[in-house]
C-alpha cells in the first residue's frame, strides 16, 4: 500500500509547484432559445486565449509586472458585497452589440457595465439569469475576498488586437475565506469583441468546493451560463500549476456558432526526429468547432511553405469533438535541418468550405537529426529521510539501477518536508529545483524532464525504453578534488547536429555516492546518490544554440566548508565519494537532452605535463580501432583502461615497466556505441587522462 502514498507540501503561495496530471475537460456547448443567442461559447485548455498573456499567477504581483489594483480584500469586507471603483476601458468594445466604455467590478466575481448600479451581487451565486445581477453583466460569480486578496488589472497585446484581464486574484470559496484559494479572470478582447472566462490556478483544503456561476447576462431575462454554473468547478485544483499550461477558459463569442469549422489543434510528431527514421506520418489533433457532426474531410499539409500533400479522410466527429489524425501519406525529409510543418482540413462533408479561415491551420517546427548517441537517462529524486514512503522508492530504484549498470543516472534532492523536516542535506538549491518541475508532493521522480511519478511504480522496462531513445547530444566531462575543492570540466558536443534551441541550459551537479548522517524517521539507513552542491547554482549555465563543430565547454569550482559540520546544508561525508553529473535540459519544457558523470582525474592529469605530452591516440576521432603510444622519462608499470560518458569500464590493459617505451597498444571500440570515451592512463604516481571521439 506505500506505493499510494505521499507526503503534500501544504500551499498557501502559488509560486509553489503541482503534481502534473494530463487534463481532459469535455467541450461543453449549449444550445439557447433566440432570445439568448447573441453569445455561443466553446471551452478550451491548456493554455491563455491567444496567449498574449503567458506570466505565471502570483498574489498580487501588481508591484512587480505592470499589474494595478482596483480593489484590494479585507476582514471588514469578506462578508460584506462590495463595488470597486468606475474603470475605463483601454480601447473599444461592445458587449451584446451594445458599445461600452467602463465597468466596476464586485467583490463575489461581477463585472457590469451597468456602473450606475448601486445593488453588489451576494456572495451567494445563482444560476442565469437573476435577477442579483445587473444589466450588461460578466461574471466568475461565486467567490469572496478577504485581506491579501484582490481585484488587479492588466492590458495585454498591441492593438488592434489588445486583451483588457480583470483577475480575482488569491480568492476564496464563498464561506472558507481562511481555507484555498483560486484565481480567475475576465477578459476583453478588442476588435473581436469576445469575452473568455479563464480558471487559472486553484489550491488548498477548500478549493475542491469552488462553485461558481461563469457567464454573460445582458439583462433580466437574457443569458448566457457555461454548463454546470451554478456549480461549475475550477478544473485547475488537480494540477495546480501557476503558469498557463494547465489553465481553462471560455471563449463566448457573438453571434451563432458556425456550421463548419474545423481546427488543427497541435501537430504532435516529435520535435527532434532522426533522418535515418524517416520517412514520418505527419500526426495532430483537430477540433470540430462547428455547430454540425463532420463526417469526411480532406486532409491537408505542407512543409517549409511548399506543395500541399492532400489525402482523403472519413471519420465522425461531434461538434467540440477531437480526432486524432495520422496523414496518410508519409513525409520524407532528405537532410538534416529545421522544418515547419502546416496542416489544415478542407472539403467538410464533401464540399463544404470550412467558415473560419483564421483558425483552420497549425504547424510546428521540427529539427531533423543527423548523427545520434546512446542516451544516459537521468532519474532526479525529491525525497527526504523524515518521508516513511520515500523508502520503498528509493530502495525500488537502486534495484533497478543496480540491475542495469551503465544506462542511467540518479541525483537525490533531499526535501523539507514532511514534518520535522529536518533532513539535514535539503538546501534551498534542492528545494528550489523541486520547484522547477512546479512538485508540491514526495516520493516524486523526474525522468529525462518528463516522466512525473512515484519511484516505487518506476519499472525496468520504463527504464528501457527511456534508454532506447537515442541522443543527438554527447556530454563528457573530468574533475578533481583537492582538499575540499571540487573543480569540473565539461564538454557538450551536438556531434555533427545543429540545435536551434533559444532556451538551453546545462547543469554540473556535484553528488555523494553513499551518506548515512543524515538518518531521520523514515526507516532508512543509507541513501545514495545525494546532491550537495548544483554549480554555480539551481539555475545552471545558459548554453546559446549549438551548432555542428563547435562544442561548449563549461568549468566551474566549488570549495566546500571546512571542517565539515553535518548542519551545514552543503556539507559532505566523504571528499572522497564526491561525483559531478552534467546534463543538458531545454529551460522551458524540462526536457533532458543527455546526461553524464565526469571522470575522476588527478591534478597532474589535467595541466600539461611530460607524460601528457608523449601519449598520442589516433585516430581520433575513431570509427572504432584507437593506436595508444606513449614515451616515459622512466621505466614503470602502467595500466591503460577506457571509460564511457557514464563512468563505466569499456577496455583496459596492464603494460609491464620493461616492454612499456614506445610500445603500440591497440583498443578496440567497435563494439562500443558512439560517444564520448576516456583514456585513463595511470603510470605510478601519476594518471593522465585523454578524450577519444568514437563516431561510426
Same mark, same amino acid.
Given at each position: 500500500?506505500? *506505493?499510494?502514498?505521499?507526503?503534500?507540501?501544504?500551499?498557501?503561495?502559488?509560486? *509553489?509547484?503541482?503534481? !502534473?496530471?494530463?487534463?481532459?475537460?469535455?467541450?461543453a456547448?449549449?444550445?439557447?432559445?433566440?432570445?439568448?443567442?447573441?453569445?455561443?461559447?466553446?471551452?478550451?485548455?491548456?493554455?491563455?486565449?491567444?496567449?498574449?498573456?503567458?506570466?505565471?499567477?502570483?498574489?498580487?504581483?501588481?508591484?512587480?509586472?505592470?499589474?494595478?489594483?482596483?480593489?484590494?480584500?479585507?476582514?471588514?469586507?469578506?462578508?460584506?458585497?462590495?463595488?470597486s471603483?468606475?474603470?475605463?476601458?483601454?480601447?473599444?468594445?461592445?458587449?451584446?452589440?451594445?458599445?461600452?466604455?467602463?465597468? !466596476?467590478? &464586485?467583490?463575489?466575481g461581477?463585472?457590469?457595465? &451597468?456602473?450606475?448600479?448601486?445593488?453588489?451581487?451576494?456572495?451567494?451565486?445563482l444560476?442565469?439569469?437573476?435577477?442579483?445581477?445587473?444589466?450588461n453583466?460578466?461574471?466568475?460569480?461565486?467567490?469572496?475576498?478577504?485581506?491579501?486578496?484582490?481585484i488587479?488589472?492588466?492590458?495585454?497585446?498591441?492593438?488592434?488586437?489588445?486583451?483588457?484581464?480583470?483577475?480575482?486574484?488569491?480568492?476564496?470559496?464563498?464561506?472558507?475565506? &481562511?481555507?484555498?484559494?483560486?484565481?480567475?479572470s475576465?477578459?476583453?478582447?478588442?476588435?473581436?469583441?469576445?469575452?473568455?472566462?479563464?480558471?487559472?490556478?486553484? #489550491?488548498?483544503a477548500?478549493?475542491?468546493?469552488?462553485?461558481?456561476?461563469?457567464?454573460?447576462?445582458?439583462?433580466s431575462?437574457?443569458?448566457?451560463?457555461?454548463?454546470?454554473?451554478?456549480?461549475?468547478?475550477?478544473?485547475?485544483?488537480?494540477? !495546480?500549476?501557476?503558469?498557463?499550461?494547465?489553465?481553462?477558459?471560455?471563449?463566448?463569442?457573438?453571434?451563432?456558432?458556425?456550421?463548419?469549422?474545423?481546427?488543427?489543434?497541435?501537430?504532435?510528431?516529435?520535435?527532434?526526429?532522426?533522418?535515418?527514421?524517416?520517412?514520418?506520418?505527419?500526426?495532430?489533433?483537430?477540433r470540430?468547432?462547428?455547430?454540425?457532426?463532420?463526417?469526411?474531410?480532406?486532409?491537408?499539409?505542407?512543409?517549409?511553405?511548399?506543395?500541399?500533400?492532400?489525402?482523403?479522410?472519413?471519420?465522425?466527429?461531434?461538434?467540440?469533438?477531437?480526432?486524432?489524425?495520422?496523414?496518410?501519406?508519409?513525409?520524407?525529409?532528405?537532410?538534416?535541418?529545421?522544418?515547419?510543418?502546416?496542416?489544415?482540413?478542407? #472539403?467538410?462533408?464533401?464540399?463544404?468550405?470550412?467558415? %473560419?479561415?483564421?483558425?483552420?491551420?497549425?504547424?510546428?517546427?521540427?529539427?531533423v537529426?543527423?548523427?545520434?548517441?546512446?542516451?544516459?537517462?537521468?532519474?532526479e529524486?525529491?525525497?527526504?529521510?523524515?518521508?516513511?514512503?520515500? *523508502?520503498?522508492?528509493?530502495?525500488?530504484?537502486?534495484?533497478?539501477?543496480?540491475?542495469?549498470?551503465?544506462?542511467?543516472?540518479?541525483? !537525490?534532492?533531499?526535501?523539507?518536508?514532511?514534518?520535522?523536516?529536518? #533532513?539535514?542535506?535539503?538546501?534551498?538549491?534542492?528545494?528550489?529545483?523541486?520547484?522547477?518541475?512546479?512538485?508540491?508532493?514526495?516520493? @516524486?521522480?523526474?525522468?529525462?524532464?518528463?516522466?512525473?511519478g512515484?519511484?516505487?511504480?518506476?519499472?525496468?522496462?520504463?527504464?528501457?525504453?527511456?534508454?532506447?531513445?537515442?541522443?543527438?547530444?554527447?556530454?563528457?566531462?573530468?574533475?578533481?578534488?583537492? /582538499?575540499?575543492?571540487?573543480?569540473?570540466?565539461?564538454?557538450? #558536443?551536438?556531434?555533427?547536429?545543429?540545435?536551434?534551441?533559444?532556451?538551453? +541550459?546545462?547543469?554540473?551537479?556535484?553528488?555523494?555516492?553513499?551518506?548515512?548522517?543524515?538518518?531521520?524517521?523514515?526507516?532508512?539507513?543509507?541513501?545514495?546518490? +545525494?546532491?550537495? *552542491?548544483?554549480?554555480?547554482?539551481?539555475?545552471?549555465?545558459?548554453?546559446?544554440?549549438?551548432?555542428?563543430?563547435?562544442?561548449?565547454?563549461?568549468?566551474?569550482?566549488?570549495?566546500?566548508?571546512?571542517p565539515?559540520?553535518?548542519?551545514?546544508?552543503?556539507?559532505?561525508?566523504?571528499?572522497?565519494?564526491?561525483?559531478?553529473?552534467?546534463?543538458?535540459?531545454?529551460?522551458?519544457?524540462?526536457?533532458?537532452?543527455?546526461?553524464?558523470?565526469?571522470?575522476?582525474?588527478?591534478p597532474?592529469?589535467?595541466?600539461?605535463?611530460?607524460?601528457?605530452s608523449t601519449?598520442?591516440?589516433?585516430?581520433?576521432?575513431?570509427?572504432?580501432?584507437?593506436?595508444?603510444?606513449?614515451t616515459?622519462?622512466?621505466?614503470e608499470?602502467? %595500466?591503460?583502461?577506457?571509460?564511457?560518458?557514464? /563512468?563505466? @569500464?569499456?577496455?583496459?590493459?596492464?603494460?609491464?615497466?620493461?616492454?612499456?617505451?614506445g610500445?603500440?597498444?591497440?583498443?578496440d571500440?567497435?563494439?562500443?556505441?558512439?560517444?564520448f570515451?576516456?583514456?585513463?592512463?595511470?603510470?605510478?604516481?601519476q594518471?593522465?587522462?585523454?578524450?577519444?571521439?568514437?563516431?561510426?
Open positions: 500500500m506505500l *506505493k499510494n502514498l505521499y507526503f503534500s507540501k501544504a500551499n498557501s503561495n502559488p509560486t *509553489k509547484s503541482y503534481m !502534473k496530471k494530463l487534463l481532459l475537460l469535455a467541450g456547448f449549449l444550445t439557447f432559445s433566440a432570445a439568448q443567442a447573441q453569445y455561443y461559447y466553446i471551452n478550451y485548455n491548456g493554455s491563455n486565449p491567444r496567449g498574449l498573456n503567458t506570466e505565471t499567477v502570483g498574489q498580487n504581483p501588481n508591484s512587480l509586472n505592470g499589474w494595478s489594483t482596483i480593489f484590494a480584500g479585507s476582514t471588514a469586507t469578506v462578508n460584506t458585497p462590495t463595488w471603483a468606475v474603470q475605463t476601458l483601454p480601447f473599444a468594445f461592445s458587449l451584446g452589440g451594445t458599445p461600452v466604455t467602463s465597468y !466596476k467590478v &464586485s467583490n463575489t461581477v463585472l457590469t457595465f &451597468s456602473t450606475a448600479a448601486t445593488a453588489v451581487p451576494p456572495v451567494s451565486n444560476a442565469l439569469p437573476s435577477t442579483d445581477i445587473p444589466d453583466s460578466i461574471m466568475a460569480w461565486g467567490i469572496q475576498a478577504t485581506t491579501g486578496d484582490y488587479i488589472t492588466k492590458t495585454f497585446g498591441t492593438a488592434p488586437n489588445r486583451q483588457h484581464w480583470i483577475q480575482f486574484n488569491s480568492f476564496s470559496q464563498t464561506g472558507n475565506s &481562511s481555507q484555498g484559494f483560486t484565481y480567475w475576465i477578459v476583453l478582447e478588442e476588435t473581436t469583441n469576445e469575452v473568455h472566462i479563464v480558471d487559472e490556478y486553484s #489550491d488548498g477548500a478549493a475542491t468546493g469552488i462553485s461558481i456561476t461563469a457567464g454573460i447576462q445582458l439583462n431575462t437574457t443569458a448566457v451560463q457555461v454548463a454546470a454554473s451554478p456549480n461549475l468547478r475550477s478544473q485547475t485544483f488537480a494540477t !495546480k500549476d501557476p503558469s498557463p499550461v494547465d489553465n481553462v477558459y471560455y471563449t463566448f463569442t457573438p453571434g451563432t456558432q458556425p456550421a463548419y469549422d474545423l481546427s488543427v489543434t497541435s501537430i504532435t510528431n516529435a520535435k527532434y526526429p532522426f533522418l535515418i527514421n524517416g520517412p514520418y506520418n505527419i500526426l495532430g489533433m483537430i470540430n468547432l462547428g455547430a454540425t457532426p463532420i463526417t469526411s474531410f480532406t486532409l491537408n499539409y505542407k512543409v517549409n511553405g511548399g506543395a500541399t500533400v492532400s489525402a482523403p479522410v472519413t471519420t465522425n466527429i461531434g461538434p467540440l469533438s477531437t480526432f486524432q489524425f495520422s496523414h496518410a501519406i508519409q513525409w520524407a525529409p532528405t537532410a538534416a535541418g529545421t522544418y515547419t510543418i502546416e496542416a489544415w482540413a478542407t #472539403d467538410l462533408n464533401g464540399t463544404n468550405a470550412d467558415m %473560419v479561415p483564421a483558425n483552420d491551420s497549425g504547424s510546428k517546427a521540427v529539427h537529426m543527423e548523427y545520434s548517441t546512446p542516451r544516459t537517462v537521468l532519474h529524486v525529491f525525497t527526504s529521510s523524515t518521508c516513511p514512503p520515500c *523508502k520503498p522508492g528509493n530502495q525500488n530504484l537502486r534495484n533497478i539501477t543496480l540491475a542495469n549498470p551503465g544506462k542511467s543516472i540518479d541525483i !537525490k534532492y533531499q526535501q523539507d518536508f514532511p514534518s520535522p523536516g529536518n #533532513d539535514p542535506y535539503q538546501s534551498q538549491e534542492s528545494i528550489n529545483r523541486r520547484g522547477v518541475y512546479k512538485i508540491n508532493s514526495i516520493p @516524486r521522480m523526474e525522468v529525462d524532464g518528463g516522466w512525473d512515484n519511484a516505487n511504480s518506476y519499472t525496468a522496462n520504463m527504464l528501457n525504453t527511456a534508454r532506447n531513445k537515442q541522443s543527438f547530444i554527447a556530454i563528457s566531462g573530468t574533475h578533481t578534488i583537492v /582538499g575540499h575543492t571540487v573543480t569540473a570540466h565539461a564538454t557538450i #558536443d551536438p556531434i555533427g547536429n545543429n540545435l536551434p534551441n533559444n532556451d538551453l +541550459v546545462a547543469h554540473m551537479v556535484i553528488t555523494e555516492k553513499r551518506t548515512i548522517r543524515n538518518v531521520r524517521t523514515n526507516g532508512e539507513t543509507e541513501f545514495f546518490d +545525494v546532491m550537495k *552542491k548544483m554549480m554555480p547554482d539551481e539555475n545552471g549555465t545558459t548554453v546559446a544554440p549549438l551548432t555542428a563543430g563547435n562544442p561548449v565547454t563549461l568549468n566551474q569550482a566549488y570549495t566546500f566548508p571546512f565539515v559540520r553535518v548542519l551545514n546544508k552543503d556539507s559532505v561525508e566523504n571528499v572522497s565519494n564526491l561525483e559531478v553529473v552534467i546534463f543538458l535540459q531545454d529551460r522551458v519544457t524540462k526536457e533532458v537532452f543527455q546526461a553524464a558523470k565526469s571522470v575522476l582525474a588527478s597532474a592529469g589535467i595541466a600539461e605535463n611530460n607524460l601528457a601519449l598520442s591516440v589516433y585516430p581520433n576521432p575513431t570509427t572504432g580501432l584507437v593506436n595508444i603510444t606513449f616515459p622519462e622512466k621505466a608499470n602502467a %595500466v591503460l583502461e577506457i571509460y564511457n560518458a557514464v /563512468g563505466a @569500464r569499456v577496455w583496459n590493459t596492464a603494460i609491464s615497466a620493461q616492454e612499456i617505451n610500445k603500440l597498444i591497440d583498443a571500440l567497435s563494439g562500443q556505441p558512439n560517444g570515451y576516456f583514456l585513463n592512463l595511470k603510470y605510478g604516481e594518471t593522465v587522462t585523454k578524450k577519444i571521439v568514437l563516431i561510426k
